[in-house]
């Protein structure tokens, strides 16, 4: 791909952003697209994000994903941000609107697409266990009420940060929403009568792919869908719980995908090429 003057530049803001795979997927669409757009990493530190985004501004970058670790302290410094970003509290998509930096969520809205498209379920008055109140778990959960979920029941080692991201959507949304403790009895009540079971711990990833966030006494159903947000390694132990029960599960590599997707689709207003993406994406972790 050679960049020219007329070439229509958008790239991810993050400290550190060489791991990044969103080079790969993106310019991979862009190049199938047939559109003269490039996709570059903008590695920023903390300390100098504000001086960054004026620059990525004076460039007249069109827009950006946004990572680890300026999801939030990015928001003061937007023109705009919309409702959903602002309740998850993070932004990772930002389109530059004739000047105007106008900023995003699609992590939430990726997962959901992942649910539906590679997991086959619509989360739509389904009871849903959310293991994790991280900031995954955010995105997942504010999203998951916006779909109309029928209950979110939320369990994280630091139970504060349950009960807060608990309180914090149950005020905003219809759904039945409830914090529970790790290894109570409730929560094996709850997987047990779950139809959707959501991993955002990093439990299971390394260092810890020998480990997983629920026991494996817990009453995970044959009928229920887990859903584990690590993608490397592509099998964790709570997906290989989960087939040994007889249930369906799948890893975050579609939800990366699809959030990159929609990002996509934000900034060209093309529909994004998934398939394209995720081979690239596979291609760029050694993912077979
Ligand atoms: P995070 O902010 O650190 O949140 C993880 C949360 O899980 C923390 O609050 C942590 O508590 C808690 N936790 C740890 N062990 C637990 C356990 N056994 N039971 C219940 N809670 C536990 O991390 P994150 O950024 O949300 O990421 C979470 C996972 O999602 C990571 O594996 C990440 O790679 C993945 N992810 C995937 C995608 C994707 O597109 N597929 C996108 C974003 C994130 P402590 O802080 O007290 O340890």
Redesign the pocket.
Known sequence: MIVSGSTKIVGIVGYPVAHSVSPQMHNAAFEHLGLDWEYIPFEIHPEDLKKGIDGLRAEGVLGFNVT?PHKEAIIPLLDEVTKLPRLIGAVNTVKNENGKLVGYNT?GA??VDSLKFDAGVDPKEKNVVL?????????VAVMLAETGAASISI????EK??DDLSAHVGSHFNSKICSLK?GSADLAAAISNADIVV???????HPKEN?C?IAESSGLRAESIVFD???NPPETKLMKLAKEKGAKAV??????VR?GAISLSIWTDHDAPVDVMLKAAKEALGIK
């Open positions: 680890i992590d990726g997962f293991l994790g109140a991280g900031g995954a778990a955010k995105a369990t994280d080692i630091d940060k349950a790790t991993n955002a711990t990093p439990i299971g990833m480990e966030p947000l690590i993608y890893n975050g590599l579609g939800m990366l959030q």
